[in-house]
DNA sequence: CGCTCGGTTGAGCGTCCTCAACACCCGTGG
DNA sequence: CCACGGGTGTTGAGGACGCTCAACCGAGCG
């Protein structure tokens, strides 16, 4: 019988597309795509109106805006478990970013179609993709509020401790890891020019928080907390 | 028979709760409130629960966010049309700002219980509400982008702007508002210290795109285009 | 009168931006 | 093998902007 199309992934418990009863998950099951993206795939396109809802499973994904003059900036990042493409699929217009894969990534998708009759079937995913829709905002106001009030310096330092535990590894009394993306890339996601992104990682360096090396990053495990809490 | 409460309301044609077939419309009057707060009153408070959903209708609200300390900051501005509190109702948790009337205001409100009802009804009303849900972050993030990319300067005139055009009357060649907010106020909303907001409106004089008076601003019909041009 | 509160002004300082030069990696091609 | 060039990242100098601290101003009020 139709199994449901999410029951062995890693966000089951958490799934938009779950609870579900046995008629809508052979419905979604129709329309559900998983799909492998290679390091530096893009997903959908700015301006694209193909609206699917995406589920990250896997990977990292950039998510990025691009100017009317050409150039991008990285403006954020999905996890596995963010569901992405949402904002399109409930505004119904187009895409008004671009998402792609920053390494080797698995999302899982389901067309604007398809996921329309699942809704229509159980009007609780709508309820469910709205609350993700509030999240988003929540996180969107939390950024907005942390570039008030906490340094650029303490930023970065997050977002490098955040991509060490997501795809770190452990390395002789401390933890590594192969930053997926370039300086550029690190600017536009803590809202700083490159040159600046480079003097506060030798801040960093120098105050003992870190070790960089190019892409490579280490951190120590814990004097590390000690002399980021001075 | 039942009339929709808000058929006579200015913002009927694009209000979330229609359209709405003749049951759910008497489902949603028994749970409508139109409510006339004034200036100073508070709509709700950070961290209460109570999670209906208020239709901004007249006036002004502002959204502040009270930190652990005490200290409150404008987030932003709600004007007449806006849907405000849907963020608690769809997570489902406490609010985590507080709105108050900044000038004599006028919401309509409708009680969680009585929206769920009409919502379990017609769905369409839900992806209404996420629908402007989506449009919270599509805003959010415009700020964040402007942030970056616009001076403190420009933005302030941008609010000035907005502000005149809500609320400010002709006057013998230009056009003039008496602000609903203090300074302090002011300078949070474009995230800046107060004393920096001073020296903007300061340079604005001088560059005649304005005249300030304590909370009366002055602009100039055309000539401050031309002005604020530069 | 003197108080407080909101707002303005000034001085000093830190941070970040811009522009520019340079270092480095790694491919191609001689 | 080495020279070259482009892309990527770092470093330096100079300047703009906003923050903090502090003094001051004016209005409203006991």
Redesign the interface.
């Known amino acids: 019988m139709a199994e449901h199309p999410c029951g062995t992934c890693r966000f089951y418990q958490d799934s938009i597309w779950q609870p579900l009863p046995m008629a809508s998950a052979s419905l979604l099951s129709k329309g559900f795509v998983r799909r492998e993206l290679a390091a530096g795939e893009t997903l959908y396109h700015q301006g694209s109106g193909c609206r699917s809802v995406y589920c990250v499973s896997g990977g990292l994904f950039a998510i990025r805006?691009i100017g009317p003059d050409g150039t991008s900036s990285l403006?954020r990042l999905a996890y596995p478990g963010e569901i992405i493409g949402?904002?399109a699929f409930?505004?119904?217009g187009e895409h008004?970013t671009e998402a792609s894969a920053l390494m080797p990534s698995r999302v899982c998708t389901v067309a604007e179609r398809d996921a329309r009759h699942v809704?229509?079937a159980s009007?609780a995913v709508?309820?469910r993709?709205?609350?993700r829709?509030?999240?988003?905002?929540?996180q969107?106001?939390e950024?907005?509020?942390s570039?008030?009030t906490v340094s650029n310096k303490d930023r970065l330092f997050d977002l490098l401790n955040r991509l060490m535990s997501a795809f770190g590894e452990e390395a002789g009394g401390g933890r590594r890891v192969r930053l997926p993306m370039s300086r550029q890339d690190l600017a536009d996601l803590i809202?700083v020019a490159p040159e600046t992104l480079s003097r506060l990682l030798s801040r960093l360096e120098r105050e003992g928080a870190l070790r960089a090396s190019g892409r490579r990053i280490e951190m120590p495990a814990d004097p590390a907390q000690r002399a980021a809490q001075r």
């Open positions: 805006s403006m949402y904002r409930l505004k119904g008004s809704i229509r009007p709508l309820e993709i709205a609350k829709c509030a999240d988003g905002l929540d969107c106001r950024q907005l509020m570039k008030e809202g």
